[in-house]
């Protein structure tokens, strides 16, 4: 898998990458070292860079090495819930499937952490997490095997069940003292 190429068909031409991608092995190693390593490291670095404009040095080099982390404990997360849902909305369990589908669907979320790097224009990270969610939908079909009718009652499950853990993870994180993870 090129990287780029990847990133490319994932976001121009969803469709016929996730076929693609549903043929491919979906090894942890691979997809955590070769791709979510890669493009997590985009929102942490620019956030960091962003975040030394209101002189946020130390916070801001926590905030980008926990949310880094925190970026591979969730599409594990995210794929596990994915698999376990699977069976409700008459799809295959295929823990290989999910991960890859949890791997690649945020991809234009973490391409606009490029926007974390211009104080002012951080907001725009949610039109990338708006066509995540868009991904996933699409990829449930070809890598969950899911029936059309119920694709979209299994995406609205697995992001609102990523949502809620999501906000846990920030309230927790806020308790510590490390703010700006909402």
């Not at 780029?4 to 491919?24: D, F, Q, S």
């Not at 980008?64 to 970026?71: D, E, K, M, Q, S």
């Not at 997360?77 to 295959?92: G, W």
């Not at 991960?99 to 926007?115: C, E, H, M, Q, V």
Request: hydrophobic share 60%; aromatic share 12%.
């Amino acid at each position: 898998m090129n990287l780029v190429e990847r990133v490319k068909g994932i976001i121009l031409t969803p469709k016929t990458e996730w076929p693609i991608i549903a043929g491919e092995p979906g090894d942890v190693g691979t997809l955590f070292g070769g791709y979510v390593a890669i493009l997590a490291a985009i929102p942490a670095v620019c956030g960091f860079i962003g975040g030394i404009w209101h002189g946020l040095i130390g916070l801001g080099l926590v905030r980008a090495v926990v949310g880094y982390v925190l970026t591979f404990i969730m599409v594990y997360v995210e794929a596990m819930i994915i698999d376990a849902l699977a069976p409700t909305f008459n799809s295959q369990k295929n823990s290989a499937n999910s991960l890859k589908l949890a791997a690649y669907s945020p991809t234009p979320y973490w391409l606009a952490g490029i926007f974390l790097l211009i104080p002012g224009l951080w907001f725009l990270i949610i039109i990338g997490l708006i066509y995540g969610w868009y991904l996933l939908w699409l990829g449930l079909a070809p890598l969950m095997k899911t029936p059309p009718d119920k694709t979209i009652g299994y995406a609205a499950a697995i992001i609102v069940c990523t949502l809620i853990i999501a906000i846990v993870i920030a309230f927790v994180l806020a308790l510590i003292g490390i703010r700006g993870f909402m």
